[in-house]
């Protein structure tokens, strides 16, 4: 029977089909055999011949079937992916190690390109699920110990620290075969493991090719490769081969290893390339993207354009009539790029001595932008450019940068004080400031990260805010220190690590601290010496501290010991000590007392946020448990874990327990509760609702905010802590946690009726207490401190508990003569009183003659501790910086008038008269020195009494007398 012509043909035999099987075949061999003689030799000796089969048979696919996208392959349990594809330009590497899966470590890769540029094959290893991160190598072989040898031989490290580092790689990685590449990857880690950076090493590898070493702490190998990639696709280096590896250091720290053997067709200076590789890797994508989008750009000026559009945005947000946000600046700075591109010029000219630029005439390119905001934003653009004193612009091998402004940049008098100075700091995933209201100031360092990219919006737009609004309270309690208040908050970008942020935010303000000719503009005088002291806040770590403190002696600060307070080791934990609440029962006493209670004799119920685990809560449990067991009641505590309550009081000793074990109030023990008490975890809707709730619902004497986050009560919801009636449920507030209650909430619950002692006032020890360890740690040796600390400590407490009563006392004695006040009102007087005195005292004491100098030297020996003034000896003034000194004795100058003259004189006193004042009361106060030792050496029966009498108000009477 004939076919017809619409049927198809069938059989193997039939004409069509042979011939179409024919031109197949012919296809398939010709592919075969021309990717046979066009992938590398690298590719036959490194790739096992079982993955060849797959490999050729995707290239045959791909030639065959004329397809269009890559082919993956996926071997060996998913330990090895292949990518095949007829595609090869710049950026396609990075492309596809971006999607790759994220579930395992990536730990090699193997770049291979067909000599005329027309297929690629790279194949990817990822760490096994299963293997153990800990002990990775096969610690037995006689081959391993050859190659420790070879690599310590090579590098010229001891066997043990190569060991070391060879345990952190997993026993089959293809690095330990080849002692040379793993030498150069030793050598980049030791270096990264000493600064906690980026290494970029580079050295001649086989056949002509370089070999790059890659080492970066806090990163992975995926972000690194991925960096790298686009790094050598952009400078059209040929990747030929890829090791990498992440390890960790120090058992918190991940590094990521990765060692390249590139093919480059140009000559090229080795070191260089490292530092522009180094460049590259640390800065921010957002940098990177704006230098793939313009072509006319180099990388400095597009990190320089990311970072002044940030700074621009931060400065409109707190000085301008309106938000704007990071997008729409950089957009209008994209808009005017020509604009913008003159001012960036003209501000890396400011920092270059030998390259001067004139400034872009600004007023005329202003006028030539119609709409308000758009000219709004460059118009703060240009005066940052110029406003700008100092920049690590010139600074080799910096991690970000950073800026130092004066104060007045971000002026904004509707919202409050004008800070003295200002740092901005901008780096790979983050930026942050640091503010200070004093030349000499303290405050915490707090980094924030974020989960996503709305949070992180949240969390940016705000970031100079918060850093002004913590600074501006740290500066109210910093009143009776010679530091000011201080504050920095550094916002990090969703996955990207804290620790590093931290670590890059610190190593931009030593650029400027260090390098002050370096980093200052040349049109601008040196500033001059600067020193700053930071404290823990959120997120940093003990790690973090020691870094902070060890990586700032290598770089040759003068003061290391005091860049950084609470030190693990050598510094006064606020914890372990209980600095803090020490200082919190002390001003919780005296309201008691006020209210008509004598703690010492009579009962009180007392409630707190807070729990046992936290430094102030616990210690504030353990100190009442110690000071007043027959006489306090704890009725309530709600803490991050739950809360817990009870009438007839909750246990003490299944409290202390708590205490000591560090665990949160979930874990009472619900057995030692009455009939009427009650504990609870966070386990559903309703018990967070009553951890929440608690400090409203639970009547006490006190409540005490040990612990929650700012504004837990504020004006929206103050009207809880009242009864039915209007009755507080807690007539007393001593506030242990900072901003638990806002300004305005303060004012309403103070008309109704209760009396809160303001967080400025009332846990002000803790900052009297890292003022103390700055002051150690410029006088003394770490030797020297760790030999006295015990004395050291328990002095400083004694110190701590002394100005906590002396401010108590003050603050319901000003209360008494200022009734119409109320006390969180008469705390702030109190600590701008202060703080305007000792305004006085440094602009004046220049002045002073000899005399006085000496007098006021000996006001600093009688208010440090014996221990520390004894150690340090005649070294004791000559260690200060001047402007230290000089706010050292100002403070407490300061402090010790406004305590005993009181606000109201004070206030109503000229400038020039209260600096007679001063002066006089330097001697006034060497005579009452002179009478206390008297009274001391005296046998009088009630010497303590006249002697308290005498010492506070012994300088008023003298002065009053005349005398």
């Known amino acids: ?100 899966p994220k579930e395992l470590p990536l730990v090699g890769a193997k770049i291979f390109t067909s000599t005329d540029d027309d297929f690629i094959v790279d194949v990817f290893d990822f760490q096994h699920a299963d293997s153990n991160n800990e002990v990775r190598s096969d610690r037995t072989s006689e081959r391993r110990k050859s190659i420790i040898q070879k690599v310590a031989d090579q590098t010229g490290a001891e066997n043990c620290d190569v060991e070391t580092f060879v345990d952190r790689y997993h026993h089959e990685h293809e690095i330990l075969g080849s002692p040379e590449e793993l030498s150069h990857q030793f050598l ?94 640390r800065v921010d994508p957002e940098a990177i993207k704006l230098l793939g989008d313009s072509s006319d750009i180099d990388l400095q000026t597009a990190e320089l354009f990311c970072c002044l559009a940030k700074l621009t945005q931060h400065a ?3 000085c301008e009539a309106f938000d704007v946000s990071a997008e729409r600046v950089l957009r209008t700075m994209r808009k005017h790029d020509s604009m913008t591109l003159q001012s960036i010029r003209y501000f890396v000219s400011r920092f270059r001595k030998d390259d001067p630029e004139e400034a872009p005439p600004e007023h005329a390119l202003l006028k030539s932008i119609a709409d308000p905001k758009e000219r709004t934003t460059m118009r703060t653009l240009f005066g940052l450019v110029h406003r700008i004193e100092r920049a690590n ?63 992180y919006l949240f969390e940016s737009n705000r970031v100079f805010e918060e850093a002004w609004r913590l600074a501006t309270a740290q500066q109210l309690k910093n009143k009776d220190i010679a530091e000011g208040g201080s504050k920095a908050v550094v916002v990090i970008k969703p996955d990207n ?93 005296q309201s ?20 046992p685990d936290g430094d102030v809560g616990g210690n504030a449990i353990r100190i009442l448990i110690r000071d007043y067991p027959n006489t306090a009641r704890i009725v309530a505590v709600a803490d991050g874990t739950g809360a817990a309550s009870d009438p007839d009081g909750l246990n003490l000793e299944e409290l202390l327990r708590l205490v000591e074990a560090g665990q949160g109030i979930a874990s009472f023990d619900a057995g030692q509760l009455s009939a009427q008490g009650s504990v609870t975890g966070l386990g559903s809707e309703a018990e967070v609702t009553r951890r929440n709730e608690l400090h409203n619902q639970i009547k006490a004497d006190v409540f005490l905010p040990a612990g929650g986050r700012p504004s837990t009560i504020n004006e929206n919801n103050w009207h809880r802590f009242l009864d039915g009636d209007g009755v507080p449920c807690s007539p007393i507030i001593v506030e242990g946690a900072n901003l638990f209650i806002t300004d305005p909430a303060r004012k309403l619950l103070s008309d109704s ?83 305007r005195v000792a305004d006085i005292i440094d602009n004046s004491i220049g002045g002073w003659t000899a005399d006085e100098q000496r007098l006021a030297n000996e006001f600093i020996r009688a208010y440090l501790p014996k221990s520390l003034t004894d150690t340090a000896g005649d070294e004791l003034f000559d260690r200060f910086p001047k402007t230290y000194r000089r706010q050292l004795i100002a403070s407490i100058l300061s402090s010790r008038i406004v305590y005993r003259e009181g606000c109201q004189n004070l206030e109503s006193m000229r400038e020039e008269t209260l600096a007679r004042l001063i002066r006089n009361h330097l001697v006034y106060e060497s005579k009452v020195r002179t009478l206390l030792a008297t009274i001391e050496s005296s046998d009088l029966a009630d010497k303590q009494t006249i002697a308290a009498i005498v010492e506070h108000s012994g300088a008023r009477s003298q002065r009053d007398l005349r005398l």
């Open 592 to 611: 008691l007392i006020e209210h008509g209670i004598d703690p010492d004799k009579s009962p009180f119920t007392i409630k707190l946020t807070g729990g």
């Open 188 to 281: 980049a880690f030791r270096e990264t493991a000493h600064i906690n950076d980026i290494v970029v090493l580079c050295g001649k590898a086989k056949d002509g090719l370089l070999k790059v070493t890659v080492s970066a702490a806090s990163s992975t190998t995926r972000t690194m490769f991925e960096r790298a990639a686009d790094f050598f696709g952009q400078r059209k280096i040929n990747i030929v081969k890829a090791i990498c590896e992440n390890v960790m250091f120090r058992e918190t720290i991940p590094v990521a290893l990765l060692t390249f053997d590139v093919q480059i067709d140009e000559p090229v200076n080795p070191e260089s390339l490292a530092r522009d590789m180094e460049h590259y890797l």
């Open 497 to 589: 690590s804290a620790e590093r942020a931290g670590r890059d935010f610190v190593d931009g303000l030593l650029d400027l601290l260090l390098n002050i000719d370096q980093t200052t503009a040349r049109d601008l005088d040196s500033i001059g010496e600067e020193y700053l002291y930071l404290g823990p806040d959120e997120n940093v770590t003990n790690d973090l501290i020691n870094w902070i403190v060890d990586h700032s002696a290598e770089r040759g600060y003068r003061f290391p010991a005091t860049i950084m307070s609470s030190k693990p080791s050598t510094g006064i934990n606020h914890k372990e000590f209980g600095v803090t609440s020490e200082g919190v029962l002390i001003f919780l006493r």
């Open 753 to 835: 009726g209760v009396a809160i002692v303001k967080d400025s006032s009332a846990n002000k020890c803790g900052v009297i207490c890292s003022s103390m360890e700055i002051i150690a740690g410029m006088l003394l040796t770490e030797e020297q401190f760790l030999a006295i600390k015990p004395d050291y400590v328990s002095q400083v407490l004694q110190t701590l508990c002394s100005l906590a009563e002396i401010e108590s006392i003050s603050l319901f004695n000003e209360r008494s003569r200022m009734p119409d006040l109320t006390l969180p009102e008469i705390s702030v007087r109190i600590s701008e009183q202060i703080i």
């Open 393 to 455: 612009l010139c600074v080799e091998r910096k991690r970000c940068i950073a800026f130092r402004l004066p104060g007045e940049v971000f002026e904004n008098l509707d919202h409050g004080n004008t800070p003295f100075a200002i740092f901005y700091v901008y780096g790979n995933g983050f930026d942050g400031f640091h503010v200070r209201f004093r030349n000499v100031a303290r405050g915490g360092m707090r980094l924030v990260p974020t989960r996503n990219a709305s949070h």
């Open 316 to 318: 409109i947000n707190f």
């Open 1 to 100: 029977m004939t076919e017809s012509k619409n049927n198809p043909p069938t059989g193997f035999d039939h004409p069509q089909i042979q011939q179409l099987r024919a031109e197949i075949i012919n296809q398939m061999d010709d592919r075969i055999a021309d990717s046979l003689q066009k992938l590398p030799r690298e590719y036959f000796q490194q790739i096992p011949r079982e993955d060849h089969l797959q490999h050729f048979k995707a290239l045959v696919a791909i030639k065959v079937c004329d397809i269009r996208q890559e082919i993956t392959i996926r071997h060996r349990n998913g330990r090895r992916i292949t990518i095949v594809s007829h595609q090869n330009h710049p950026g396609l590497l990075a492309r596809l190690i971006r999607g790759l």
